[in-house]
């Protein structure tokens, strides 16, 4: 149990156009989707924390005019990369949280997808 | 704000022997949770072990074990028996614990290679 889709897996854009990354939460609701970008050989860096039916909230220093986070239902948060630039060229990453935190049985309260390697030419 | 280091940017150990890797935090907060994460060439994240900061008891699966100082804030993974299948990026990290989601504050990861 506990799986989330993130989809596409790659995507290769052209430089000033957009680009949507879905992260989708198969078998539980998640309240929370968490956006993580990581560059290579480096570390995951937190994007923005996105709740079902409100606004997402940036860290700072993201722009979020530039990566827009929907997460209009339990089970689907979208971020659009929008006019893509070669240095937005990136691994993005989500994870999902069922919005309680379940018993520590339950080993990991986070549930991540598999990525999204984004080029940008 | 939370930071967590990893000082080893990589590591190497021979199949079958023992390998530990370091993480140190710096909080201020007394109630939260540790993490050790594996992300193979495939670039999943796999969670290894987790630690809650209210238990004395140092967390353990299977082949790997954390040896957890609280008051030194130090989160150290140690792997026995190591296994060509544990190459990888490991990365500490670091989540509050407010009883529902929160952030999770990564390190700069470890890079494990086991060698035959």
């Known amino acids: 149990g506990a799986v989330v889709s993130q989809h596409p897996s790659w995507v290769i854009c052209k430089s000033g156009t957009s680009v949507k990354i879905e992260c989708r939460s198969l078998?539980?609701?998640?309240?929370?989707m968490f956006w993580y970008r990581q560059f290579p050989k480096q570390s995951l860096m937190l994007m923005a924390t996105?709740?079902?039916?409100?606004?997402?909230?940036?860290e700072q220093g993201v722009e979020k005019d530039k990566f827009l986070i929907n997460h209009a239902s339990l089970t689907l948060s979208t971020l659009t990369v929008t006019s893509a630039h070669p240095e937005d060229s990136s691994f993005y990453i989500c994870?999902?949280?069922?919005?309680?935190?379940?018993?520590?049985?339950?080993?990991?309260?986070?549930?991540f997808g598999n990525g999204t390697r984004l080029t940008v030419t | 704000a939370q930071t967590v280091t990893q000082s080893q940017p990589e590591m190497s150990v021979q199949e079958a022997e023992t390998v530990t890797l370091s993480c140190t935090y710096d909080?201020?907060?007394?109630?939260?949770?540790l993490f050790w994460y594996k992300q193979p060439p495939s670039r999943q994240m796999i969670l290894v072990i987790r630690?809650?900061?209210?238990?004395?008891q140092n967390a353990t699966e299977n082949r790997f074990s954390v040896n957890f100082q609280k008051a030194a804030k130090s989160f150290s993974l140690k792997i026995s028996d190591s296994q060509l299948g544990d190459t990888a990026m490991y990365f500490c990290a670091f989540m509050i614990n407010t009883g529902t989601a929160s952030k999770l504050t990564f390190g700069t990861g470890t890079r494990l290679q086991v060698t035959l």
């Open positions: 630690q809650e900061a209210y238990k004395q």
């Open positions: 909080t201020s907060e007394s109630n939260y949770y």
């Open positions: 078998d539980f609701q998640a309240t929370t």
């Open positions: 994870s999902a949280h069922p919005g309680t935190l379940l018993p520590s049985s339950y080993n990991s309260p986070l549930h």
């Open positions: 996105s709740n079902e039916g409100s606004k997402a909230t940036y």
